[in-house]
């Protein structure tokens, strides 16, 4: 298995997970079920988050490094009926495809992780959003009665992009320096630094001892990472505190 995703696997892989999420709005008996994992939606409002989502990323890839902020979607709005609903999410899909391809992994592009370890380029914005469509899908396959894990190969890109991502920064940990480990089963881990520099993730590559560590698959790190499980659900070791406080901490950049 390829140690990081390269752009023509991060494209298939969001078109297989576009897929995916199609076919579970197509089984699901009730459009207006609600989403287990966002309870604050239903089924339909869950596919017209992701279809509009990828199209706003869709027309901001296009415009190009010099947009100031993401753009709005373009095209229709989501409509109600079921068939033309799931044309509509294969052309938000689509969409971005084509305006990722036709932008190429080493195009600069806006982003909100400015701060982050992750690149202001197209191939950062599409390893964000395989993530975010693959998420999406296990969320309507739960609403759907139908939930599968993520695929290994999916959730161990995911787990890194969460960590370089959403969590690196440079806002000061206002707390004792700490280290979090988070171990994937599948021979994957990495290494959470909290510091009065930020928060910086790397590869784990020896056996130093973490303050913390979360042990679980690929898939059960980004369940948790995400907010789609509990914590306890993974196998913790070292010292509980500084989950609780890596939880509460809300970074100001």
Same mark, same amino acid.
């Not at 042990?215 to 914590?231: C, I, N, Q």
């Given at each position: 298995?390829?140690?990081?995703l390269e752009?023509?696997?991060?494209?298939?892989?969001i078109?297989?997970?576009?897929?995916a999420?199609?076919?579970?709005?197509?089984?699901?008996?009730?459009?207006?079920?609600?989403?287990?994992?966002?309870?604050?939606?239903?089924?339909?409002?869950?596919?017209?988050h992701?279809?509009?989502g990828?199209?706003?990323?869709?027309?901001?890839?296009?415009?190009?490094?010099?947009?100031?902020?993401?753009?709005?979607?373009?095209?229709?709005?989501?409509?109600?009926?079921?068939?033309?609903?799931?044309?509509? =999410?294969?052309?938000? @899909?689509? $969409?971005?495809? /084509? *305006?990722?391809?036709? +932008? #190429?992994?080493?195009?600069?592009?806006?982003?909100?992780?400015?701060?982050?370890?992750?690149?202001?380029?197209?191939?950062?914005?599409?390893?964000?959003? =395989?993530?975010?469509? @693959?998420? $999406?899908?296990? /969320? *309507?396959?739960?609403? +759907? #009665?139908?939930p599968?894990?993520?695929?290994?190969?999916?959730?161990?890109?995911?787990?890194?992009?969460?960590?370089?991502?959403?969590?690196?920064?440079?806002?000061?940990?206002?707390?004792?320096?700490?280290?979090?480990?988070?171990?994937? +089963?599948?021979?994957?881990?990495?290494?959470?630094?909290l510091?009065?520099?930020?928060?910086?993730?790397?590869?784990v590559?020896?056996?130093?001892?973490?303050?913390a560590?979360?042990?679980?698959?690929?898939?059960?790190?980004?369940?948790?990472?995400?907010?789609?499980?509990?914590?306890?659900?993974?196998?913790?070791?070292?010292?509980p505190?500084?989950?609780?406080?890596?939880?509460?901490?809300?970074?100001?950049?």
């Amino acid at each position: 298995m390829e140690e990081t995703l390269e752009f023509p696997a991060l494209l298939r892989l969001i078109d297989e997970r576009s897929t995916a999420f199609r076919a579970a709005i197509a089984a699901a008996p009730d459009l207006d079920a609600q989403v287990p994992t966002c309870p604050e939606w239903t089924l339909f409002d869950l596919a017209q988050h992701l279809g509009e989502g990828r199209r706003a990323w869709a027309a901001t890839v296009a415009e190009g490094p010099g947009a100031s902020a993401r753009s709005a979607p373009e095209g229709p709005a989501a409509p109600r009926e079921r068939e033309a609903l799931l044309d509509w =999410l294969a052309a938000s @899909a689509q $969409h971005l495809l /084509d *305006a990722l391809r036709e +932008a #190429g992994p080493d195009r600069g592009c806006w982003t909100w992780w400015g701060a982050s370890q992750s690149p202001q380029t197209c191939a950062a914005v599409a390893r964000h959003q =395989l993530q975010e469509v @693959a998420v $999406h899908t296990y /969320d *309507a396959q739960l609403a +759907a #009665g139908v939930p599968q894990p993520l695929p290994a190969e999916v959730a161990l890109d995911g787990a890194e992009d969460f960590l370089l991502t959403c969590v690196a920064t440079t806002s000061p940990w206002p707390h004792k320096p700490a280290t979090v480990d988070f171990h994937a +089963a599948e021979g994957r881990s990495w290494r959470l630094s909290l510091s009065a520099e930020g928060a910086r993730t790397t590869r784990v590559t020896d056996a130093t001892p973490s303050d913390a560590s979360a042990r679980g698959t690929a898939a059960d790190l980004v369940m948790v990472l995400y907010g789609r499980a509990a914590l306890h659900s993974l196998e913790l070791d070292g010292d509980p505190h500084v989950f609780a406080l890596l939880a509460a901490w809300e970074p100001e950049d």
